[in-house]
């Protein structure tokens, strides 16, 4: 079955957003319709797409590079919650009065875990909206998840409901909840990038979420900058006359000041092709935990517009 | 760019004024070990400091002596204490610090029923927020023991960096409205639940009532209504620490310093952070800004820089033919030095150095770009640049580097 649901982690700083941003543009393939959800009020898929602070609506933002469509959603929690209560009791003024009396601050903020309920709970609720032609409105949803410490708590918090509201509606809602994501429809995806905290922690969440029973999708490793240097021989560090013959090498391919820079140059190097040993380390730790390894490369201009639609064509040609 | 102000790191560390140093910013920017290294550096200098960490890697933590969330400071085997100087380190237990709240502020019976409580239970042990009012509770709780010169703060890798100083206050919001009130109506009043609801004036409550238990389930309410009713009495203490905790913020004896890597988020993120220290008159320090690049040698351009590499690119392709003979088993360069297969001649590895060069002042170009909006906004925030360094830091002697690169 093709997985829908695709949650998208990642330690702060590796770019999860970007990487989220870029799988729904590349599930947006021919005729197809994908969510991308944002659950952390940041604003950061409107600041990737160029567009004006989302609402709390789901907005065609962009055309897949494939010409499909791509919807976004900002969650607000707030209105999640009177959402959520619409769809159970269909409260009109008992919501309004909720509202004024503080309840939904209460839920939304003080309550933790409530907020964490509704997000999960609207994302659910995408993946599985039909249309009236019976057919599932999203072929793909795409959330921008909490990072990589919060997010196996943040997936699990209804199972921790469906424990604390033994019957009821909420109860049958955490379980249904849990269904969806516990499902092989879904799939967790972790960003990293081949630094060693980055690299632990991913270890630490493929651990937590397998321990939670979450479906764990595939390592994206994140801004890889392409080898422009394999190695600095050390012979080159202790012999003068090679040093000297590599000044004469820069200095015959223009350089001014040759004499000078090779060393400084020569050890940039060095540090450089140590780098890359130790990133070799960290992809070969990556690849045994067993799941999927894509990645991405440093885009030297940073992320606008084209560089996303640059990523997604990337992941398009990867298994999802 | 160069009118930007040092941040004088060192006078801000010695300052006896200074006691309470808060580290704060998105998250993967280095907060922790900047908080670490700022907390090594002050103690070594000749104050007595305590680190509050709430999340450090597991070899940081180890090296400082934390190998167990007790939540009790503890000191850091291998400073150097010849300034006259210690260090203590506590990592945050945010289950300890709340029950600890509880037990202090509750009666044995009261307490113990509040322990017990599922609601509390699920609450305490760490939802998203929890960690943000505890670490502002434990910065409290420390500051109050009046133990030490100087308190090291690093804040929880929030989904935003600003809820740590909303937390109090949303407490305190929380505990004055009227939704509390009403929680508790029913546990206090019994059956006249109703009535007193409706008493508050408000239309519907009684069905908002009816609502919440329907939607959360009879037992869920209940849950909630008895963990309300037994932290009733120990509400005041709370919102009383929760108003001071915010207003030791506001002291002068208080720094923030904001931490940011080069990057675009993390810059944007910094920004929204000293707007919002300002509009809340937090004082603070500056910017410290980690992972900065240099370059070996910052005159030589990236684009000249590449353009010699195509040069000797250029030199490498051999005239058409001159490839045939050099696959013959026979050396072609009779009665030269062979050359050894391992080490590459210099052309190539001239090529690659070059090649490394421009990347690295590409990035270094990019880092300036992202510094400069930053500078352009705020010119008056003070900026300590930390060098990136080749891996993380593990150990006190990682710590000390830092510290002084931050001291500059």
């Known amino acids: ?320 | 760019m160069d009118a930007v102000p040092a941040l004088a790191v060192d006078p801000l560390l010695d300052d006896p004024g200074t006691r309470i140093i808060v580290c704060c910013g998105s998250g993967g920017v280095g907060k922790t070990t900047t908080a670490a290294a700022l907390a090594l550096r002050a103690a070594e200098r000749g104050r007595r400091v305590v680190v509050l960490t709430i999340d450090p890697a597991r070899r940081l933590a180890q090296s400082m002596g934390l190998t167990e969330l007790d939540n009790v400071p503890r000191p850091v085997p291998g400073t150097a204490t010849a300034a006259g100087g210690e260090l203590f380190a506590m990592m945050l237990d945010m289950k300890r610090t709340f029950d600890e709240i509880v037990e202090a502020h509750a009666d044995r019976a009261r307490a113990e029923a509040i322990l017990a409580n599922p609601f509390y239970q699920s609450l305490s042990a760490g939802f998203a927020g929890t960690q943000e009012y505890m670490a502002m509770e434990k910065l409290g709780q420390l500051a109050a023991r009046d133990a030490w010169d100087l308190i090291v703060v690093d804040t929880p890798p929030s989904r935003s960096a600003l809820d740590f100083l909303d937390a109090p206050q949303r407490m305190g919001s929380f505990l004055d409205g009227r939704f509390l009130r009403l929680l508790m109506a029913p546990a206090k009043a019994g059956g006249r639940a109703g009535r007193k609801v409706m008493s508050l004036g408000v239309a519907g409550l009684g069905m908002v009532t009816g609502t919440l238990g329907k939607v959360l389930g009879a037992g869920l309410l209940r849950d909630v209504q008895t963990f309300v009713a037994a932290m009733d009495t120990m509400f005041g203490g709370f919102r009383a620490r929760a108003d001071a905790t915010y207003r030791l913020l506001q002291a002068p004896g208080t720094a923030f310093l904001v931490v940011a890597a080069p990057e675009r988020d993390a810059l944007r993120e910094a920004a929204y952070f000293v707007e919002r220290l300002a509009a809340d008159r937090m004082p603070l320090a500056g910017l410290v800004l980690n992972r900065v690049h240099g370059a070996a040698v910052p005159e030589l351009s990236a684009e000249r820089a590449l353009a010699a590499a195509e040069t000797l690119d250029a030199k490498k392709v051999a005239p058409p033919g001159m490839d045939d003979h050099r696959t013959g088993d026979a050396d072609p360069e009779d009665g030269r030095r062979t050359p050894d297969p391992d080490i590459p001649p210099p052309d190539a590895l001239a090529a690659g150095l070059l090649r490394v060069h421009a990347e690295g002042m590409r990035q270094l170009a990019r880092e300036q770009r992202m510094r400069a909006r930053f500078t352009a906004v705020h010119p008056e925030v003070p900026v300590a640049e930390v060098a990136a360094l080749p891996g993380d830091v593990h150990d006190l002697t990682g710590l000390r580097a830092v510290g002084d690169l931050l001291a500059g």
Request: net charge neutral.
């Open chain 1, 1 to 320: 079955m093709a997985r829908r649901l695709h949650v998208v982690s990642g330690k702060g700083g590796t770019g999860k957003t970007t990487v989220a941003a870029a799988l729904a543009l590349a599930l947006a393939e021919q005729g197809r319709r994908t969510l991308l959800i944002e659950v952390e009020g940041r604003q950061g898929i409107a600041q990737l797409f160029e567009t004006e602070a989302l609402p709390y609506e789901e907005r065609r933002i962009a055309i897949g590079p494939g010409g499909g469509e791509v919807f976004a959603l900002a969650i607000d929690a707030e209105r999640a919650l009177l959402d959520y209560l619409q769809m159970f009791y269909r409260l009109g003024s008992a919501g309004r009065a909720l509202r004024r009396l503080g309840a939904v601050d209460f839920a939304t903020t003080i309550a933790p875990g409530l907020r964490d309920v509704l997000l999960t709970g609207k994302a659910c609720e995408a993946v599985r909206r039909r249309g009236a032609d019976g057919r599932f409105v999203y072929d793909a949803v795409v959330m921008d998840a909490p990072p990589t410490g919060r997010v196996t708590r943040f997936l699990g918090v209804n199972s921790e409901v469906a424990g604390l509201a033994r019957v009821g509606p909420i109860h049958h809602q955490a379980q249904a909840v849990m269904r969806v994501l516990r499902s092989p429809e879904t799939a967790v995806h972790l960003v990293t990038l081949l630094e060693e905290m980055p690299v632990q922690e991913t270890a630490d969440g493929i651990a937590e979420l397998r321990a939670a029973e979450l479906p764990v999708g595939a390592t994206v490793v994140n801004m890889v900058r392409p080898p422009v240097l394999a190695a600095v021989p050390d012979a080159y560090g202790d012999d003068p006359a090679r040093l000297h013959a590599l000044a004469a090498t820069l200095a015959d391919a223009g350089l001014p000041d040759a004499a000078r820079t090779a060393a400084p140059l020569l050890a940039q190097g060095r540090a450089y092709a140590h780098r890359l040993v130790l990133e070799a380390e960290r992809r070969a730790e990556l690849a045994r935990h067993g799941i999927p390894l894509h990645e991405l490369p440093l885009l030297a201009d940073g992320i606008d517009i084209a560089g996303l639609y640059r990523l997604a064509r990337l992941l398009r040609d990867q298994e999802w």
